[in-house]
């Protein structure tokens, strides 16, 4: 049974930081395996954030850029987001993602969500 599980959310300033956590269980990564963070604020869609590879490569909602770091420790099983200079407009809830190809093909897995608001 694979879990992921999501930590490090919560209610910071504008202007401050966060790092998330995503901690994976029942799973053991392959190398086609992509990991990310997704984000969906009140009456909008769930857009991707960020997204990393096993060989290391990366992609960043341009919304983002230059602000957030998506980071795994595969020997850990675990994938970071690392959110600085947060904004307003960054709040929402944020999920872990992992895709990969089984036997049936594509799949993909979730977490819960983990809360992050940034107001003052």
Known sequence: Q???VESGGGL???GGSLRLSCAA?????R?????GWYRQAPGKQ???????SMGGSTNYADSVKGRFTISRD?????????MNSLKPEDTAVYS????????SGWREY???GTQVTVSS
């Open 25 to 29: 269980s029942g799973i053991i990564f």
């Open 31 to 35: 190398i086609n395996d992509m990991m």
């Open 74 to 82: 595969n020997a850990k099983n675990v994938v970071y987001l690392q």
């Open 96 to 103: 872990c993602n992992i895709g990969r190809y089984e036997l």
């Open 12 to 14: 910071v300033q504008p």
């Open 46 to 52: 769930r857009e991707l954030v960020a997204r990393i």
């Open 110 to 112: 979730w977490g819960q």
């Open 2 to 4: 694979v879990q992921l």
